[in-house]
């Protein structure tokens, strides 16, 4: 499967922004979903992720109440909805598509796509 992230930009702290993730060749309905981010000079760390049906979602402790994932099967997408951003949030942000357990695990997921970044100024 190939997955293609957009959606990032520069914006200014409090402001918000939607990304998104489109797979091709393979429907993502299999796999859970996930979103990572990745500053300069950091490890990946995990962001969000879904299950399978988006009937469950998950959060990094950073993030949570100010961002949320979704996804829509029949489109083959998953967004992340990014509000009150903080130029702590400033990272390229990857997508990542999961059949394994560990949604916060990097290691879990086979696909990533490509990266977008996202600049948050004070």
């Known amino acids: 499967v190939q997955l293609q992230a957009s959606g990032g930009g520069l914006v200014q702290a409090g402001d918000s922004l939607s990304l998104s993730c489109t797979a091709s060749?393979?429907?993502?309905?299999?796999?859970?979903m996930g979103w990572f981010r990745q500053a300069p000079g950091k490890e990946r760390e995990f962001v969000a992720g879904?299950?399978?049906?988006?009937?469950?979602?998950y959060y990094a402790d950073s993030v949570k109440g100010r961002f949320s994932i979704s996804r829509d099967n029949a489109k083959n997408t998953v967004y992340l909805q990014m509000n009150s951003l903080k130029p702590e949030d400033t990272a390229v942000y990857y997508c990542?598509?999961?059949?394994?357990?560990?949604?916060?695990?990097?290691?879990?997921?086979?696909?990533w796509g490509q990266g977008t970044q996202v600049t948050v100024s004070s």
């Open positions: 990542g598509a999961s059949d394994r357990t560990g949604i916060a695990a990097p290691l879990a997921y086979d696909y």
């Open positions: 060749g393979r429907t993502l309905r299999t796999y859970t």
């Open positions: 879904i299950n399978r049906s988006g009937g469950s979602t």
